[in-house]
């Protein structure tokens, strides 16, 4: 069974940067396609960034050139650099890794709140 270990989530100014980590345990960051969502209070979840196994990545608009997903492969973990963090960018973010529709893992969530 795979786990998604999340952390680095917390309390930022408006401007500020943030780095979350998701580590994978019980399979190789590499076969997965990885991603991160978040869900704000009242909200849907949302997709945020996603890296596929051959490294291609997408962003919502919301965060293109602000975010940055990567992954080390060496430590098993993928990351989530968030720069000039915004209010809206409050939310519970989650780490996903995707297989395939039966082999799909949800890390527990980390808030992010950014004040003004």
């Known amino acids: 069974q795979v786990q998604l270990v999340e952390s680095g989530g917390g309390l930022v100014q408006a401007g500020g940067s943030l780095r979350l980590s998701c580590g994978v345990v019980g399979g190789r960051v590499t076969v997965f396609t990885m991603g991160w969502y978040r869900q704000a209070p009242g909200k849907q979840r949302e997709l945020v960034a996603s890296?596929?196994?051959?490294?291609?990545?997408n962003y919502a608009d919301s965060v293109k050139g602000r975010f940055t997903i990567s992954r080390d492969v060496s430590e098993n973990t993928v990351y989530l650099q968030m720069n000039s963090l915004k209010p809206e960018d409050t939310a519970v973010y989650y780490c996903?890794?995707?297989?395939?529709?039966?082999?799909?893992?949800w890390g527990q969530g980390t808030q992010v709140t950014v004040s003004s």
């Open positions: 890296l596929t196994k051959e490294g291609a990545t």
């Open positions: 996903n890794a995707r297989f395939s529709s039966e082999y799909d893992f």
